[in-house]
Antibody, heavy 120, light 110 residues
Framework: QVQLQESGPGLVKPSETLSLTCIVS?????????WGWIRQAPGKGLEWIAN???????YYNPSLKSRVTISVDTSKNQFSLQVSSVTAADTAVYYC?????????????WGQGTLVTVSP | QSVLTQPPSASGTPGQRVTISCSGG????????VNWYQQLPGAAPKLLIS???QRPSGVPDRFSGSKSGTSASLAISGLQSEDEANYYC???????????FGGGTKLTVL
């Protein structure tokens, strides 16, 4: 059963770059599917950040596109997220998830999430 | 401000049937299928309903989904205390060219 686990620093300073990795277990990223990042600010709802296809095709939320980079490393069976020039508004729990297909698909399963706090 | 509109809260007593609505527009619910996620307190979201009304393996048949036009609904029958959670609808938005979520509905079992 596929499992996803986020990793990365829990504290990032304002104006710096947030970097997270999602390690995928018991499923080869190269087998297909899309992979995505979703975040949830404290006490708020879910916000889609970006998706990537295993071949490297990328898709971004227009509201974040200028600051976000998603990438995949099939040799390590993981994919990553970078958010540049972070502010307090980027403080959130960041989830990685597998997406069945791009348009009429869904996110399943999800990682447990990792809290990233932006603070001096 | 979420693209999809959900009531912020809902409640019911054990055994009751509750419904949670999700309202959108032509570029999203009107053109694409709807999924529902359940987020238990302190946990990651979990897929509850896919493709408007399909239950993944392991999801009790007390949960059902429907869609009509630019709106969708999640129904929970035989409400149980463990159903207390936040519920999110989601779909694809053709204008955004990406997935969108509702603001979430906090379900309280009285």
């Amino acid at each position: 059963q596929v499992q996803l686990q986020e990793s990365g620093p829990g504290l990032v300073k304002p104006s710096e770059t947030l970097s997270l990795t999602c390690i995928v277990s018991d499923y080869s990223i190269s087998s297909g599917h899309y992979w995505g990042w979703i975040r949830q600010a404290p006490g708020k709802g879910l916000e889609w950040i970006a998706n990537i296809y295993y071949r490297g095709n990328t898709y971004y939320n227009p509201s974040l596109k200028s600051r976000v980079t998603i990438s995949v490393d099939t040799s390590k069976n993981q994919f990553s997220l970078q958010v540049s020039s972070v502010t307090a508004a980027d403080t959130a729990v960041y989830y990685c998830a597998r997406r069945t297909w791009l348009q009429n698909g869904w996110f399943d399963p999800w990682g447990q999430g990792t809290l990233v706090t932006v603070s001096p | 401000q979420s693209v999809l509109t959900q009531p912020p809260s809902a409640s019911g007593t054990p055994g009751q049937r509750v419904t949670i609505s999700c309202s959108g527009g032509s570029p999203n619910i009107g053109s694409n299928s709807v999924n529902w996620y359940q987020q238990l307190p302190g946990a990651a979201p979990k897929l509850l309903i896919s493709n408007n009304n399909q239950r993944p393996s392991g999801v009790p048949d007390r949960f059902s989904g429907s869609k009509s036009g630019t709106s969708a609904s999640l129904a929970i029958s035989g409400l149980q205390s463990e159903d207390e959670a936040n519920y999110y609808c989601a779909t694809w938005d053709d204008s955004l060219n990406g997935p969108v979520f509702g603001g979430g509905t906090k379900l309280t079992v009285l």
